[in-house]
């Protein structure tokens, strides 16, 4: 079964700093891979998402994600922090079915100004 | 703009009181889920709706149950709630992508429910 590791539980950045969130993938098969951002009190939304096309994934809000599969890896990456980004953020890894997401246990992004 | 509604967005209820969380959703898509997220937790899947079949997780205690009368509404019903079910209760949807490998998920907002 697929699983996925988000190596750390909380990172904290300068705003105007880059952001870089760690994520592992374990699959079988070949996976997709998403990242949602949850701000507090409110839904996920979908920053972006890998499907087996460019291994290079641009999102939303100035996000973009590298799919490297040598390195069971689609760490989260953003160049310029906002304090708007502050929020928890998931990575969840599918291998197609309807009730197999499978989430990491979060990553809490603090911006300091 | 297409999407998920959640309603109420925070419900309070008592110890062993029943309580109806509702979804609807404007994007016509055919599979429905609830998830239960506790305080600095991933999501918990629930159950699902493909259409009409529910399918329900394996370590999904029987006090949860949903109903799902039509395509756009779906509803948590929790029979008697503990203290333990205190959480936020996020409904999403996806569309059926036969021939793909993945299922996007649309969230809502979110209910956070209290337990007194």
């Known amino acids: 079964a697929q699983s996925v590791t988000q190596l750390d539980s909380h990172v904290s950045v300068s705003e105007g700093t880059p952001v870089l969130l760690r994520c592992n993938y374990s699959?079988?098969?070949?996976?997709?891979l998403f990242w949602y951002v949850q701000h507090p009190n409110k839904g996920l939304q979908l920053l972006l998402k890998?499907?087996?096309?460019?291994?290079l994934v641009k999102g939303i809000n100035g996000f973009e994600a590298e799919f490297k599969k040598s390195e069971t890896s689609f760490h989260l990456t953003k160049p310029s922090a906002h304090m708007s980004d502050a929020a928890e953020y998931f990575c969840?890894?599918?291998?197609?079915?309807?009730?197999?997401?499978?989430f990491g246990a979060g990553t809490r992004l603090t911006v300091k100004p | 703009d297409a999407m998920v509604i959640q309603n109420p967005r925070y419900q309070v209820t008592q110890f062993g009181k029943p309580v109806t969380l509702s979804c609807s959703q404007t994007?016509?898509?055919?599979?429905m889920y609830w998830y239960q997220q506790k305080s600095s937790q991933a999501p918990k899947l629930l159950f699902h709706?493909?259409?009409?079949?529910?399918?329900n997780e394996a370590d999904t205690p029987d006090n949860f149950q949903s109903r799902r009368p039509n395509t756009s509404f779906c509803f948590l019903d929790i029979r008697s709630p503990g203290l333990g079910d205190a959480a936020m209760y996020l409904c999403?949807?996806?569309?059926?992508?036969?021939?793909?490998?993945?299922?996007?998920?649309?969230f809502g907002p979110g209910t956070r429910l209290t337990v007194l």
């Open positions: 999403a949807t996806s569309r059926d992508t036969a021939g793909t490998s993945y299922n996007e998920q649309f």
């Open positions: 699959s079988s098969y070949s996976p997709s």
């Open positions: 890998y499907t087996s096309a460019a291994t």
């Open positions: 969840v890894v599918s291998e197609g079915g309807f009730n197999d997401m499978r």
């Open positions: 994007l016509n898509h055919n599979v």
């Open positions: 709706y493909y259409d009409k079949d529910f399918n």
